[in-house]
C-alpha cells in the first residue's frame, strides 16, 4: 500500500527560484491537504482541496499555489521561493462526507524537507 | 475561530512511568472532532485516535488511554507504563466544518516526549 507519497524528500533552493512539491494518494480520498512544519509550531494548513477542481486557503497560504486536476494528485507550488519557507512540508489526504460520522483521519506522506538559502 | 492548546512543550519521564498529555480545545460548533497523531523521530505523523463531540466515552487501548471531557473541552491522552519506544512529539488536533461546509483541521503545537531507559 503506497498511501500518500510525497517527492521530492529533499530539496535545497535558491532564494528566487520556483519548484513544485508533488503529492500523491491512492487511497480514493477526497479531501487532500498541504501542511508546513516548523520547529516548535506545530502544524501548519496551506491549502487544502476538498475534490478535484476545489481548492481553498488554510492558514498561511502566501507565496504558494495549488491544483487538483485529478482525486490522486495535489502539487504544490512556490513560485518565488524566499528563506521564511524555509520548513518541512507534509501532504495528507483523507475521507470526509458531509452526513453522519463524516470526519475521518489524515493519512500523512513523510513529508519534504526544504531549505531556501 | 478554533483553537487547540497543549500547554506542555517538553514532557521527559522514565522508563515505566505513567503520562497525561494535555489537549484543550476551542470551539463554538457542536459538532466537531478530535484527534490525536504521533510523530515519532523518524518523522512521518501517524494517526492514534479519532472522537466526534457526541461521543464522550473514554477509550483505552493497550498502554494508551483518552480522557474526552466537553465540560472542561479537553481530550487527554495518557500512556501507562510508558517505553522508550514512546518518544515522539504528539498532536491534537480539532476538525470543525468551515463556511463552505468543508471539514477544516487545527492542530496544536505538540508536546514532545522524552522516555528515558
Known amino acids: 500500500n503506497a498511501g500518500v507519497t510525497q517527492t521530492p524528500k529533499f530539496r535545497i533552493l535558491k532564494i528566487g527560484q520556483s519548484m513544485t512539491l508533488q503529492c500523491a494518494q491512492d487511497?480514493?480520498?477526497?479531501?487532500m491537504y498541504w501542511y508546513r512544519q516548523d520547529p516548535g509550531m506545530g502544524l501548519k494548513l496551506i491549502y487544502y482541496s476538498v475534490g478535484a477542481g476545489i481548492t481553498d486557503k488554510g492558514e498561511v497560504p502566501n507565496g504558494y499555489n495549488v491544483s487538483r486536476s485529478t482525486t490522486e494528485d495535489f502539487p504544490l507550488r512556490l513560485e518565488l521561493a524566499a528563506p521564511s519557507q524555509t520548513s518541512v512540508y507534509f501532504c495528507?489526504?483523507?475521507?470526509?462526507?458531509?452526513?453522519?460520522?463524516?470526519?475521518?483521519?489524515?493519512?500523512f506522506g513523510d513529508g519534504t524537507r526544504l531549505s531556501i538559502l | 475561530a478554533q483553537k487547540v492548546t497543549q500547554a506542555q512543550t517538553e514532557i521527559s519521564v522514565v522508563e515505566k512511568e505513567d503520562v497525561t498529555l494535555d489537549c484543550v480545545y476551542e470551539?463554538?460548533?457542536?459538532?466537531?472532532?478530535l484527534f490525536w497523531y504521533k510523530q515519532p523521530p523518524s518523522g512521518e505523523l501517524v494517526f492514534l485516535i479519532r472522537r466526534n463531540s457526541f461521543d464522550e466515552q473514554n477509550e483505552i487501548s493497550g498502554r494508551y488511554s483518552w480522557n474526552f471531557q466537553k465540560s472542561t473541552s479537553s481530550f487527554n491522552f495518557t500512556i501507562t507504563a510508558s517505553q522508550v519506544v514512546d518518544s515522539a512529539v504528539y498532536f491534537c488536533a480539532l476538525s470543525v466544518r468551515g463556511p463552505g461546509g468543508s471539514y477544516i483541521p487545527t492542530f496544536g503545537r505538540g508536546t514532545s516526549l522524552i522516555v528515558h531507559p
Open positions: 487511497m480514493n480520498h477526497n479531501y
Open positions: 470551539t463554538r460548533d457542536t459538532t466537531y472532532y
Open positions: 495528507a489526504s483523507s475521507y470526509s462526507i458531509a452526513t453522519g460520522d463524516g470526519n475521518q483521519p489524515q493519512h
